[in-house]
Structure formats: structure tokens, C-alpha cells
T-cell receptor, first 116, second 111 residues
């Protein structure tokens, strides 16, 4: 199988606080994970590519100091939204790829972030 | 980078009819073509994919066809059911195996 989990599934926080979202590949090792953001009724927007043991690669327009990504192991990547503001409220979804020679990405169930 | 155009943006069919969604790509070097289905509030799910060395692939009611000459690939859903209602994406697979999602196709299967 290829199961990807995310935690938490839903989080509500106050403006100015930081929120950490975890993405785990449960039954495979993922050398590469991806983080997406999806606003209501819009498509998924790739934020960054997370490679195990190295720095993440951010897409144009995504602030790396605001969205901190850590991929410390082959099964875990974390996204920390720092100093969150209401405009950061969104659906954050991660995906994982099984190996360098594999194209297929498997998605986590997503995390609904609401910043008050 | 790779550019993929998807049509139509919305599609409404009667239950039991077939639905076809088409994507056109620009990079002739593209070799992997996935289709994802996303229901409201849920994760995108890979429903079928095809590689450039294959012209057609079928999985029960779902099939994907690839025309490399014309640079387009299509998703075919036969005998549609209400649970097929969702947004379908054919993301482009650019450098670094990134998936770039377009606006997708909103499929509605009516009873």
C-alpha cells in the first residue's frame, strides 16, 4: 500500500501563533514529500518540495521563513506556519513519493487551518 | 515549464452515461500522465495513470488514452454513478517530478 497521514486534521489558532503540521508515510519510505495549499473552490497550489536530509525547495512567491519545512526522516515531514494570520487559513495537503525513480504521489488527508 | 490545458471545466452527465475529460500538454518529453479525483474537502486520489510507452489503460469503469502525436490524454468514465461526482485533475509532471495542478474539471452526475 501507500498510506500518507497528516496531523492534525483540523486546527484553529489565534493570529500571531505558530502551527505545526505533520505528514507521515505509514507503509513506505518517502525521500521526497510535497506541501500544497488549497483555498476554497480553488486548485491545489504547490508550496514546496521537501527532501529528506536537505533543505526544502520553495515555489516562487512562498515565504520560506514563514512556512518552515523539516524532513528529518524518510517517513516524516513537518510544515510550520509561523506567526499565522487569517489569510493563512487554508487546507494544507502533503503528498509523498515512494522513491526517486517513482512518479506517483500519494496524498495525505489534509489539515484544515483556521486562524482567528 | 510544462503547460497542461484541461477541458471542460464543468461537465454534467446523467447517471449511466459516459464522461470524457481531455488534457493537452506542451512538453513532448513528458512521460507520465496521472489523473486525480478530489471530492469536496478530501484528499486528491490517484485513480489511474499512464506512461508514454502505453496508448491506453483501463481499470473497470475508468480508462485513460494517450495520443502522443497530438499531445493529449483523456479520462473516460463509463456507466457514471453519483459517487463519481468530484473534481478531476490532470496535473502536469514537470521537472523534479512536481505535480502542477490546473483548475480541474467539476463532474456532476445527475440522477
Amino acid at each position: 500500500g501507500a498510506v500518507v497521514s497528516q496531523h492534525p486534521s483540523r486546527v484553529i489558532c489565534k493570529s500571531g501563533t505558530s502551527v505545526k503540521i505533520e505528514c507521515r508515510s505509514l507503509d513506505f519510505q518517502a525521500t521526497t514529500m510535497f506541501w500544497y495549499r488549497q483555498f476554497p473552490k480553488q486548485s491545489l497550489m504547490l508550496m514546496a518540495t521537501s527532501n529528506e536530509g536537505s533543505k526544502a525547495t520553495y515555489e516562487q512567491g512562498v515565504e520560506k521563513d514563514k512556512f518552515l519545512i523539516n524532513h528529518a526522516s524518510l517517513t516524516l515531514s513537518t510544515l510550520t506556519v509561523t506567526s499565522a494570520h487569517p489569510e493563512d487559513s487554508s487546507f494544507y495537503i502533503c503528498s509523498a513519493r515512494k522513491g526517486a525513480g517513482t512518479d506517483t504521489q500519494y496524498f495525505g488527508p489534509g489539515t484544515r487551518l483556521t486562524v482567528l | 515549464g510544462e503547460n497542461v490545458e484541461q477541458h471542460p471545466s464543468t461537465l454534467s452527465v446523467q447517471e449511466g452515461d459516459s464522461a470524457v475529460i481531455k488534457c493537452t500538454y506542451s512538453d513532448s518529453a513528458s512521460n507520465y500522465f496521472p489523473w486525480y479525483k478530489q471530492e469536496l474537502g478530501k484528499r486528491p486520489q490517484l485513480i489511474i495513470d499512464i506512461r508514454s510507452n502505453v496508448g491506453e489503460k483501463k481499470d473497470q469503469r475508468i480508462a485513460v488514452t494517450l495520443n502522443k502525436t497530438a499531445k493529449h490524454f483523456s479520462l473516460h468514465i463509463t456507466e457514471t454513478q453519483p459517487e463519481d461526482s468530484a473534481v478531476y485533475f490532470c496535473p502536469s509532471t514537470g521537472g523534479g517530478n512536481k505535480l502542477t495542478f490546473g483548475t480541474g474539471t467539476q463532474l456532476k452526475v445527475e440522477l
